[in-house]
């Protein structure tokens, strides 16, 4: 069986990066891991979170190789796609403020299509027309 995948890398001045990896056969996982030097933090579901059971963080403090220093944070259960969808119909009744920033879209679709710039030259590509805040 041939996977289809995407890989990109964005490496940020302020000396972290941010590494996406994802495929359409690979095994039904998700993950989302920031590492810092002196710990982790790890969101279980983080993309489509289930609306049948409590959501879970870890946070690692990296005191050893065993996860002695992990701490559980839960969150209730919700169906994240309701709120959206609430918090949406809001905003449109004009009853509530639009959470994200068209300045954050923007910048989202800059490094978008820094990737695919990116997947036809084979080089780094910065965003363009993006001015970090």
């Known amino acids: ?5 995407a890989t990109a890398l ?8 941010i590494l996406l990896d994802n495929g359409v056969r ?9 590492l810092g030097t002196k710990g ?7 993309f489509n979170a289930p609306n049948d059971r409590p959501c879970r963080i870890f946070v690692d403090d990296g005191r050893d190789v065993f996860g ?7 969150f209730p259960i919700c169906d994240q796609y309701t709120i959206q969808g609430d918090i949406f119909s809001r905003v449109v009744r004009g009853e509530g403020e639009v959470p994200v920033s ?3 879209a923007i910048g989202n679709m800059a ?3 820094a990737v ?3 997947a036809e030259t084979g080089r780094w590509e910065r965003p363009l027309g993006f001015r970090r805040q």
């Open 111 to 113: 490094v978008l299509e």
């Open 102 to 104: 068209i300045e954050d």
């Open 10 to 17: 964005q490496v940020r001045q302020s000396s972290s990066a």
């Open 26 to 34: 690979t095994p039904s996982v998700q993950r989302m891991q920031f």
């Open 40 to 46: 982790r933090i790890e969101i279980e579901i983080p």
């Open 116 to 118: 695919f710039r990116s």
């Open 68 to 74: 002695g220093g992990v701490s559980t944070e839960t």
């Open 1 to 5: 069986m041939v996977e289809f995948g």
